[in-house]
């Protein structure tokens, strides 16, 4: 008989075991959780033992205490309050050391004490506290979440350089309209590259490259040593490196010398998207005089995987 | 072209490719909360790889994931959630409990000034070593300080908020009817007396530990540890004796600068006052209904109380409170104060507010 709800046999001990009572959780509201934890835990009704098994893994005592504060137990409040608000504030001060996550700590601690919804019941951001994690870690996962949805929010009313870009400049001199050719087939072919690695050293080269964490960081997120997260990355260079010459070599069916001018360009030109990259503007290549061309040349090279023409045009 | 320029070549690509807005559409993006058990380990394996393979695909989950990451504190994940918990307070802790120990050894012409200026720094300090993510450099200066002492205030600590914790769910535990379980409130002097055979349950702190170098040092450290973790304004007392390292489990304590006037709240609701340094106690009437949580005392004669539903009290003669009107009905969890007129509060959710006219009107701080 596979279901989501435990036993009453396994509620006593689980309710014992969370330590419910301290708060006078309801056992009701209490095993509502458990079963709520469990359809999130588990895609499909669990066999009775299995079911066990996974309940007995949840962090139980955050969780009794999620319920008493939803239900607002006053007691676990403060207890909540005290015990990780300092956490969350920490959290915040971590996320954006100016203090702007602040206010969402603050715009959570509100949602967590529970929201008056229209028929007058309150709903609080606890319930969806499943004690797969610990309050804490959920709290900061949460915030991160919270965060991240804010940045992309505000940035998608920006206007993106590829919304305002002109079709591709004619007037280019040949051999800038040649490298932009190399540097749009590099794009793609590395690209391609890190596509078919495995998603553990995608996820690392993101970390690393895109959210600029430190290897200590990475190391964190994935469980390795830094020493490892180093090593890895150096391999996974490696492996694309190896990869892009293929790709030239054999599709592109380039000669040693072009290949070479494909990576050169890339050097040359880089230095300056680098800087656009920073400041969020497009800005002057160094072999380009005026602003709009780099821009062009930036979205198009944005847009260049898509495209299937190729660097041997 | 050289070897070394390609390599620079594929980091200068990777730094733009990786960039690139990626999001799976047939994919749901990953919550909080799977984030978070995923980053614990606590996902099953196919489901954990499922939310790799996405984050590895979508920009937003990744970056989520990112600044889920700097939120870590840099522990081993290894260890039980009490343990890193109380690691990350250690360093922050380590500073106040240094200046704690330092202090204490200080010649008795330094100690007046320093108390004075006690309450008005306090919620302000206490604000930081709460919140600030706690900064390596900062451990080397204290224990080059004073190695010694720190080295054992630490430790103490350490053991101290163990066993606190411990002692805090014992209490907890015996609060079945629902009624506010402040840490302090409730104390039975068995606890104070031994925190390792009071509360079984705790990782059982061996006594020598009370016993290193400067138990003085450690016990006033101890003290400020648990005055910090409850953001309590606390004046330190006088050079304590070995049993002060045990007044870590004492009652909301408040010593007014000068160190022979103390309150204490007990149980939540009861007030009282000591002028000979907390030999004698008596009872001070206060007309609350509520809990109390916290008080501050800026002089030897005034002191403010915050409690439960928006309540205020003051005295300005050291024997009669009064209510201080305040405008919303919320759990007031801190005080600062610098006179009779002056006080800030914090409420449960974070909130501040201060007054400068004794309550006739309140300001939101933040």
């Avoid at chain 1, 964490?213 to 890895?232: D, F, K, M, P, Y």
């Avoid at chain 2, 070995?242 to 408040?254: C, D, N, T």
């Avoid at chain 2, 022979?260 to 009282?272: C, F, H, K, L, Y």
């Avoid at chain 2, 439960?308 to 003051?314: K, L, N, R, S, T």
Wanted: glycine share 6%; charged share 25%.
């Amino acid at each position: 008989m596979s279901s989501w709800r435990p036993s009453e046999s396994a509620v006593t001990h689980l309710y014992q075991q969370s330590r419910a009572d301290r708060w006078s959780v309801p056992v009701a509201v209490f095993v509502a959780a458990l079963e709520r934890s469990a359809r999130k835990a588990c895609a499909t009704p669990p066999e009775p033992r299995e079911l066990e098994r996974v309940l007995r893994s949840l962090h139980l005592e955050d969780l009794a205490l999620a319920c008493a504060c939803a239900s607002g137990h006053e007691g676990a409040w403060e207890h909540f309050v005290r015990e990780h608000r300092p956490v969350l504030y920490r959290a915040a001060d971590a996320i954006d050391p100016t203090g702007g996550a602040r206010e969402l700590a603050d715009s959570l601690y509100g949602e967590l004490f529970g929201v008056v919804e229209r028929n007058g019941e309150r709903r609080s951001l606890f319930e969806y506290f499943h004690g797969r994690s610990s309050l804490s870690t959920w709290l900061r996962a949460v915030l991160a979440q919270r965060h991240v949805d804010r940045v992309r929010s505000t940035r998608r009313l920006e206007p993106l350089p590829d919304e305002e870009r002109t079709p591709p400049a004619r007037s280019q001199e040949p051999a800038q309209s040649r490298i932009a050719a190399y540097i749009r087939l590099m794009r793609r072919v590395v690209t391609a590259a890190v596509a078919r690695l495995p998603a553990k050293d995608r996820l690392r080269l993101g970390y690393y490259y895109a959210e600029e964490l430190t290897l200590a960081q990475i190391g964190r997120a994935l469980g390795e040593h830094e020493a490892t997260v180093s090593r890895n990355l150096a391999k996974a260079r490696r492996e694309i490196r190896a990869d892009v010459e293929g790709q030239l070599r054999e599709q592109e069916h380039m000669t040693p010398g072009q290949i070479d001018e494909c990576f050169e360009a890339v050097v040359a030109d880089v230095g300056s998207l680098d800087v656009s990259d920073l400041l969020g503007t497009a800005s002057d290549p160094p072999d380009s005089g005026n602003s709009p061309g780099a821009r062009r040349k930036d979205s198009q090279d944005k847009r260049s995987k898509e495209r299937p023409e190729g660097a041997s045009a | 072209m050289p070897e070394r320029d390609r390599d620079q070549s594929v980091e200068q690509l990777l730094r733009r490719v990786m960039s690139d807005d990626i999001t799976p559409l047939e994919e749901a993006c990953v919550d909080g909360e799977t984030i978070a058990a995923w980053s614990e380990g606590s996902l099953r394996a196919a489901e954990a790889s499922a939310v790799e393979r996405h984050v590895a695909g979508c920009s937003r989950c990744r970056a989520l994931m990112a600044s889920f990451v700097r939120t870590t504190p840099p522990q081993p994940v290894a260890e039980s959630l009490w343990r890193r918990w109380h690691l990350a307070w250690a360093v922050p802790l380590a500073t106040a409990a240094t200046a704690a120990a330092i202090w204490v050894i200080l010649p008795d012409t330094g100690t007046a000034p320093l108390t004075n200026a006690e309450p008005i720094g306090t919620i302000a300090r206490d604000e930081r070593a709460l919140t600030s993510p706690p900064p390596p450099a900062a451990q080397s200066s204290p224990v080059a300080a004073a190695p010694s002492e720190s080295a054992a205030a630490i430790q103490s600590q350490q053991r101290a908020k163990v066993a606190e914790s411990s002692s805090n769910e014992l209490r907890q535990r015996a609060d079945t009817s629902g009624n506010r379980s402040l840490a302090d409130q409730v104390q039975a002097p068995a606890i104070a007396r031994s925190p390792a055979e009071a509360s079984p349950a705790a990782p059982a702190p061996p006594e020598a530990s009370f016993a290193l170098p400067a138990p003085a040092a450690a016990g006033a450290a101890a003290e400020r540890a648990e005055a910090d973790t409850k953001k309590e304004v606390a004046t330190n007392s006088a050079p304590a004796p070995l049993a002060a390292a045990r007044q870590a489990f004492a009652p909301i304590q408040i010593v007014a600068p000068g160190g022979t006037t103390r309150w204490r709240i007990v149980s939540g609701q009861r007030v009282e006052r000591s002028t000979n340094a907390g030999a004698d106690w008596t009872l001070v009437n206060v007309a609350s209904t509520g809990a109390l949580t916290a008080a501050a005392a800026p002089s030897a004669t005034v002191c403010w109380i915050v409690g439960a539903g928006g309540a205020v009290y003051v005295t300005t003669d050291g024997a009669r409170f009064t209510r201080v009107p305040f405008q919303e009905i919320v759990n007031l969890t801190s005080v600062s104060a610098t006179d009779g007129i002056t006080a800030t509060v914090t409420s449960v959710d974070g909130r501040s507010w201060r007054t400068t006219d004794q309550g006739k009107t309140w300001l939101g701080v933040n």
